[in-house]
């Protein structure tokens, strides 16, 4: 069985650390599968059967699911939606994910890691709170 939330929280962990030993295409894979991970956890608890590797999409289907079920996601936050709407996917984040961890070194700028970083803490925060709540298992 999948644990999304943990394994959210894992990678987000092992990207900070890649990150700050400047292995910015191993971090920027980690915090691809951090946000997938996150992102999955999120549409699992609001029973949405939408799932799949692309964070776009993933990103999409939560937007959906937001949009659709107005008012019976008590488990966000009230700002949530509006966060999820501005928080979009960052570009080099989506881009040949999950297939670049089969890729040659690749080369990131320190902006681009950051805003992926920014993106997967912004949903591991939201799991983490959600899990406080009560509304996620771990």
């Known amino acids: 069985m999948d644990c999304f939330p943990e394994a959210a929280m894992r990678h987000f962990k092992d990207a900070n650390i890649l990150k700050a030993e400047q292995r910015y295409d191993n971090a920027m894979c980690h915090y691809a599968f951090s946000a997938e991970c996150a992102l999955k956890a999120i ?3 609001s029973n949405s059967p939408k799932w ?3 964070l776009i999409d993933l990103n999409a289907n939560l937007l959906q699911v937001i949009v659709t079920s107005a008012g019976s996601l008590a488990f966000f936050d009230t700002k949530f939606s509006v966060a999820v709407q501005k928080n979009s996917v960052p570009p080099k984040l ?15 700028t320190k902006t ?27």
Not at 94 to 108: C, D, I, K, L
Request: hydrophobic share 35%; aromatic share 12%.
């Open 52 to 54: 799949g590797h692309n």
């Open 43 to 45: 549409l699992k608890a």
């Open 112 to 138: 681009e890691i950051e805003e992926a970083e920014q993106y997967a803490k912004f949903l591991t925060d939201q799991i983490r709170q959600m899990v406080t709540d009560g509304f996620l298992p771990i």
């Open 94 to 108: 989506a881009q040949n994910h999950p297939e670049r961890r089969y890729f040659a070194n690749q080369s990131y």
